[in-house]
C-alpha cells in the first residue's frame, strides 16, 4: 500500500509562482530518485526536476533558474517551487519515485507514479 501522494498545481499567471508537494507514503526502506515529470498533449512526457538518492537536485533547461526543488527525507517528500512560471509550463505534473520496498524487493528499485496534478499559466 505505498502510494504517491501529490498536491499543489492550479491556476496562475505568466510570472507567478506556484508550489507543488509529493509524498512517498507507507513503509519503504528508503527513496533512491524522486521527482517531477510533465505531460503536454501532443509532446512526450519530460523531466521537471529529481532528486538523487543523496536528495541533490538535477534540472533540465527549461526550468533552471525558475524551479527549485527541495526535499524533506524524513517524511520522503520533495517540494516544486515554480517561479516565474510559463504559459509553455502549463500541463499535467506527475510525481514519479523510485524505492527500496520493504517487502518484495528482488533486487530492483520499485517505480512509482502519482495520479498527476494540473497546471495551468494563463493570462
Known amino acids: 500500500q505505498v502510494q504517491v501522494v501529490e498536491s499543489g498545481g492550479g491556476l496562475a499567471q505568466p510570472g507567478g509562482s506556484l508550489r507543488l508537494s509529493c509524498t512517498v507514503s507507507g513503509d519503504i526502506v528508503r527513496i533512491h530518485t524522486m521527482g517531477w515529470y510533465r505531460q503536454t498533449p501532443g509532446k512526450r512526457r519530460e523531466l521537471v526536476a529529481a532528486?538523487?538518492?543523496?536528495?541533490?537536485?538535477n534540472y533540465p533547461d527549461s526550468v533552471k533558474g525558475r524551479f527549485t526543488l527541495s526535499g524533506d527525507e524524513a517524511t520522503n517528500t520533495v517540494f516544486l517551487q515554480m517561479n516565474n512560471v510559463k504559459v509553455d509550463d502549463t500541463g499535467a505534473y506527475y510525481c514519479?519515485?523510485?524505492?527500496?520496498?520493504?517487502?518484495?524487493?528482488?533486487?530492483?528499485?520499485?517505480?512509482?507514479w502519482g495520479q498527476g496534478t494540473l497546471v495551468n499559466v494563463s493570462s
Open positions: 532528486v538523487d538518492d543523496n536528495w541533490r537536485p
Open positions: 514519479r519515485a523510485e524505492i527500496v520496498p520493504v517487502v518484495g524487493y528482488a533486487g530492483r528499485y520499485e517505480e512509482l
